[in-house]
């Protein structure tokens, strides 16, 4: 597997992030998928070169303290605002 052919559907999954910012469930889903991809590229690119894999152990908690972390703000905006829309949060409002 090529180098570009793990990169592409991180990069594309990245730009529609930037696109679409409608709820906040749905940023939080594409964030883990980039995620996810991201760990997948590690793995590869660590068995190509032969090195050790306690770097995408490192990732790997650090994409699991993101998500509590996303999923906590999702249940405060929700029990705050009533819905988990971006626009209805007053941070996008600055």
Known sequence: MKMEEMVLPIL???MIYLVSKMNMISSLIMI????IMVIITMM?????VNMENHNVLYFIIL?????????????SMTRTHGNDFMKSSSVLKL
């Open 12 to 14: 594309l999954m990245v």
């Open 44 to 48: 590869i690119l660590i068995k190509t």
């Open 32 to 35: 883990e998928y980039i995620s």
């Open 63 to 75: 994409m699991i303290t993101e998500s509590v972390l996303g999923l906590s703000i999702l249940i």
